[in-house]
Structure formats: structure tokens, C-alpha cells
Nanobody, 125 residues
Framework: VQLQASGGGLVQTGGSLRLSCAAS????????MGWFRQTPDKEREFVAS????????RYADSVKGRFTISRDNVKNTLYLQMNSLKPEDTAVYYC???????????????????WGQGTLVTVSS
């Protein structure tokens, strides 16, 4: 599957952005999906994940209550709605897809098989 992330940009503290990740080339609904983010001085970190049906979601503690992950299996698109943004949310955001394997954790980058190219989110103070 090929993934194309978009929707990043510059926003003020407290603002909102919605990221999108368009999938092509394979059956989108068969993949678990995740969002990760990375800054130059840190390793890639987990943000949120969602099961193939969208029935189960998981969030990093740092974004819980502010971000919402969702998917549209008809449009083959993954979303991340980000509200109440903070300067520490500034990062390159990546979408990722994985085939479900029982011993792999949704929160680990190494669990994912496919990655988008990333989209930059900058939150100004």
C-alpha cells in the first residue's frame, strides 16, 4: 500500500489542524493504521492508532483528549484531527499501515510495514 500524508502547516497555540493520509494500491480496510511524529532531536514517537474497522483507537497520553484518529474505508483515507495544539506538538507527522500480527504492538514504529512521507506541523507560541 502507498500512503500520502497531507494537511500539515503553521498554526498558533490553541488552534486546530486535520491531517489526512490517502492510501492506494491495496485494500486499505485490511490494515491497522497509526500516526507517529518525529522531531530532529527525538526518536519517532507514537501518536494514535486505529483498527481496521475503526472500532478501537489508542492514543499517546500527551495527545489524549485533544487528538482524534479516524478512518474512511470507502475513501481509503486516514485522518488525525488535532485540537488545542501546543508548541510541543511541533513535528513531522507520519501515517503508517500494518498487517495485524498478534505479538506486534500498535505503539511501536517497528510494528508497521508501510509509511507515508510525512507532513510538517508547526505550532507557534
Amino acid at each position: 500500500v502507498q500512503l500520502q500524508a497531507s494537511g500539515g502547516g503553521l498554526v498558533q497555540t490553541g488552534g486546530s489542524l486535520r491531517l489526512s493520509c490517502a492510501a492506494s494500491g491495496s485494500t486499505f480496510s485490511s490494515y491497522r493504521m497509526g500516526w507517529f511524529r518525529q522531531t530532529p532531536d527525538k526518536e519517532r514517537e507514537f501518536v494514535a492508532s486505529i483498527t481496521w474497522s475503526g472500532s478501537v483507537t489508542r492514543y499517546a497520553d500527551s495527545v489524549k483528549g485533544r487528538f482524534t484518529i479516524s478512518r474512511d474505508n470507502v475513501k481509503n483515507t486516514l485522518y488525525l484531527q488535532m485540537n488545542s495544539l501546543k508548541p510541543e506538538d511541533t513535528a513531522v507527522y507520519y501515517c503508517a499501515a500494518r498487517v495485524f500480527v498478534p505479538d506486534r504492538a500498535d505503539t511501536m514504529p517497528s510494528s508497521y510495514d508501510y509509511w507515508g512521507q510525512g507532513t510538517l506541523v508547526t505550532v507557534s507560541s
